[in-house]
C-alpha cells in the first residue's frame, strides 16, 4: 500500500480497487453513524486526529496519544464472500498531541538552528508520518519499537560516531518507576508500543517488558566511548517522562564518559505539560531557551526548572498522583559522573559545568 500522509478516514486509500469500492460503501452506509461520532467529538472538544485508525492488516495508518479508550469497529463483510475487511477505530480519552509536536520541534531546531544535517538526525516516532521541517517530506526514519530503539543506540549511534562527536538523545515519553522484584529491584522506565496496538507499555514478553525500557537496560545499549579523551566529545541525554529520575542514577554513573544527564522529573515526581498549551513544560522550555544558537544545556537547564518549580501551574498545582498528594515536577541534571542529580541553579554540588560549555 502506497503511505500517504492521513488525518481523517475519509483520506484512507486502498490501493486494490475492490477495496476501494468498499471503503465507499462502507462511508455512505455509516455516514450517519460517523456524524453522531464526529458531533460526540466536537462536543468533548476533540478532533478527528485523536483517534487510532487501522488497515485490515492491522497495521496503524493513523495513531494519536497512547491511552486506553473505547473502541469501534467496522465490519465489511460484501462480496467477495473470500474477503474480509475490518478497520478499528479507537476513540481516545485524552489528546496528547505533545507527543508529535514536541519532537518536531525540537527536530526543527537541530535541522534548521543547529544545522544539523538529516542524515545525522534519527526521529522514532508512533506515527509513520511526520513533516517536522515543513518540507513536505517526511522526517520520521523508524518506529518507536523496542527493536528500534535499541537498533538506534547500540547499531546506529555506535556505527556512525565515536568519542570526538557531540551526540545527543532526546526521549519524550509516558513513564514510571516502579519494583520488578528480585533480581531487578526498583526502576525507572520509559513505555514503547512494540507490538502495535496502540497503547504503549501494554505486553510483549515476561510481565510486558518487551514494552517497558529500563534505565539498565537503555544503559547497556549506549556506546561506552570515552568522550572526553578528545578533549571535545561527550553525549547530552535528555528524557522527558514521569517518575523517570532514576535514569540519572545509572546513566550518570559513568566518571570518565563525558555524559550529560538530564532528567524532567526524579523517581517521585511526574512531568506536567504547559499550561494551556499542547507540549511539556520542561523540556519545551529548555529546548526553547537554546532556539537562538548560543545558549548552553547549563543556562538552558536552570530556565526550564525554574519555570515547572516557579512558574507554571500545571507542573506545580497539577498533578496528583493516585493518593491525591501533589507531585510536582522536579528536574534533574547530573554530569560529573556521580550520578546524582541537581536543580538549578548549576553549576552546584560540581555538577553543570560540563553542561556549561555545551550546546547544541
Known sequence: MKEEKSYSIFDIREADPQLEKHRKDVIEKYLEYEIVLM???????KTLDDVLVYESNDDILLEEDFDLGKFFFWKIVYPPKDMYVNWKITKRLDDQEDFYIEPDFVYRELHLIAHYDEGNIRYLSVDKWRDADGDGTNDVNCLSTRVNVRNVTWNWLRDTSDEKDINLLYIFDHGNYTYFGWPLGYHSFFTVDSNRDGRAGSGGGPAGLDELILDTRFDIWLPLFTYG?????????????CYIGHYIDILGNHPLQERIIITSTTNDTSAGGETGQDWPAFSHMLFKAMANGETDFTTAFNIADKHVNETNFLSIWGIRDWTGKLVPTNSKLDDNGDGIGHDYTLPNNEDGYLAEITGL
Open 229 to 241: 579523551a578528545s578533549g571535545h566529545g561527550r553525549l547530552t541525554f535528555i528524557i522527558e517522562a
Open 39 to 45: 458531533k460526540e467529538f466536537k462536543d468533548e472538544g
